[in-house]
C-alpha cells in the first residue's frame, strides 16, 4: 500500500498542471485518496497507529458539552497550556516527548464545561503512521475544534506542515463543506451541472472520477465554483470540516517587531502560556469557534437558574434539542414551551419544539395533563 501511494505522489509530481492533464490528475488524486482510506481502515482494525500497538492509550472518553484538542509538533508548550486552563497536571519538561498519551482536562468557561485533550507531539509523516501519527491525529478528528500550537521562537510556516498532517488525515481546515449534490442512481449514466460558472472541472473529469470509484450512474450537481478535490472529498464522505485555531506561545521571547509582523496572521491567537499572557483572549476565541449557545431554565414560579445553563450547539438550538439535553423523554411530553429573549418578538412567547434558541434565552417548559 505505501510503495502505492508513494508511486502516485510521484506521478503527480512529475505530470504538467494544465487543461490537458486536468482529468488525469484528478483520477491521481482520487486513486490517492482510496488508497489512504483502505490504509486508514486497515489500521483501526488492526487497533493501533504507526507502530502497531493498541490504541487504548489514545482513547479518551468524550465529556462535557465540546470536545477541543491540542495539536502541535513536541515541545511548543501544550502540556502548560493544559495546566493553566484546566488546573490538569500534565508532565512540562523542556526535553521533547514529553507527553506520551492522550491527557484529558476541562475548562469551566460561561457556564459551560470544554473537554480540552493534550495530545502528543506529532511529527512529520504523521498521517502516514510515524510516531503514531494517525492514532493522534484520529483523536483529533472526534474534537469539535482544534488549537494548533507553535513556538513563536521557531519557523512559523511549520504550520503548512501540520495543516498537511491534518488534511492527509481527512480533516478539513477552517472550511464549509462544499456545497456539492453528489446522488448516485440505478440507470442514467452520470450526469453533471452547474448552479454557477464552473473554472475548474468540466463533465469528462467528473465521470473519470467516478468512474475511479466504479459509480457510473449518477446525479452531480456544483452549487458553487468548486475544484475536483472538492468532488473528491463529497464522494469519500468522511471528511471532517473543523474549526481550527493558531495558537503562539512563548511571546515572551519575542520582540515588538515580530510581534507586529505576527499580527496580521489571521485566526491566530498570541500567549505566554508560563507567564499565563493571553489565555482570556485565547478562551474568548475558542467559545466564538465552538459556536456554543446557553438557554438558562426557568420552572414555573421561580426565577431563571442562571447558575448552570444548558448548552447546545448552533445548528441543534431548538426546543426540541433543549429537551433532549435535559431528559431524551421530556420532549414526548412537551405541550408548548415558554421563551423569553433574542430569539422571540414578546416576552414570554409560546413556542413549540422547532423553535430555534439563540444564545441566553430563558425556556420554561410545560408538559401536556398526566405526563
Known amino acids: 500500500m505505501y510503495f502505492e501511494i508513494c508511486s502516485l505522489f510521484l506521478q503527480m509530481a512529475r505530470t504538467q498542471k494544465n487543461k490537458a492533464t486536468a482529468a488525469h490528475l484528478g483520477l491521481l488524486k482520487a486513486r490517492l485518496s482510496k488508497y489512504k482510506r483502505e490504509l486508514i481502515e486497515t489500521d483501526s482494525r488492526r487497533g493501533g497507529g504507526g507502530g502497531g500497538t493498541v490504541g487504548h492509550q489514545f482513547e479518551v472518553a468524550k465529556s462535557g458539552d465540546a470536545r477541543v484538542g491540542l495539536i502541535g509538533f513536541p515541545s511548543v508548550g ?11 497536571e500534565s508532565e512540562v519538561a523542556s526535553y521533547e516527548f514529553t507527553t506520551l498519551t492522550a491527557i484529558p482536562g476541562v475548562i469551566h468557561y460561561k457556564g459551560s464545561k470544554i473537554q480540552l485533550v493534550d495530545l502528543p507531539g506529532i511529527i512529520e509523516g504523521a498521517k502516514d503512521g510515524k510516531g503514531r501519527g494517525r492514532q493522534i491525529i484520529g483523536v483529533g478528528r472526534t474534537c469539535d475544534m482544534i488549537l494548533i500550537v507553535l513556538d513563536g521562537m521557531k519557523d512559523l510556516r511549520i504550520r ?31 450526469s453533471f451541472t452547474a448552479t ?23 446525479e452531480v450537481c456544483f452549487k458553487g465554483d468548486y475544484e475536483i478535490d ?21 511571546v515572551d521571547q519575542l520582540s515588538m517587531e515580530e510581534l507586529n509582523i505576527m499580527g496580521k496572521l489571521e485566526n491566530t491567537v498570541f500567549i ?36 448552570s445553563p444548558v448548552i447546545l450547539k448552533e445548528g441543534r438550538c431548538k426546543i426540541e434539542h433543549f429537551c433532549m439535553k435535559i431528559h431524551k423523554h421530556m420532549v414526548k411530553s412537551l405541550k408548548y414551551a415558554n421563551v423569553w429573549g433574542m430569539s422571540v418578538k414578546h416576552q414570554p412567547q409560546k413556542v413549540g419544539k422547532d423553535h430555534v434558541l439563540q444564545d441566553e434565552d430563558v425556556v420554561q417548559i410545560v408538559k401536556q395533563k398526566g405526563k
Request: net charge neutral; charged share 30%.
Open 272 to 307: 505566554s502560556a508560563h507567564h499565563e499572557w493571553g489565555l482570556d483572549d485565547l478562551l474568548s476565541e475558542i467559545w466564538e469557534r465552538l459556536k456554543l449557545v446557553r438557554v438558562y431554565t426557568k420552572p414555573k414560579g421561580q426565577i431563571p437558574d442562571y447558575d
Open 230 to 250: 472538492d468532488l473528491i472529498d463529497v464522494v469519500e464522505g468522511n471528511r471532517i470540516y473543523m474549526p481550527v485555531l493558531y495558537v503562539i506561545n512563548k
Open 78 to 88: 501544550k502540556s502548560t497550556m493544559l495546566s493553566k486552563l484546566t488546573s490538569t
Open 160 to 190: 503548512d506542515k501540520i495543516e498537511d498532517e491534518l488534511h492527509g488525515f481527512g480533516i478539513r481546515v477552517n472550511k464549509q463543506p462544499p456545497n456539492i449534490k453528489f446522488q448516485k442512481k440505478d440507470k442514467g449514466g452520470v
Open 196 to 218: 454557477c460558472a464552473v473554472s475548474n472541472v468540466d463533465e469528462e473529469q467528473v465521470k473519470t472520477i467516478l468512474a475511479e470509484y466504479r459509480i457510473h450512474n449518477a
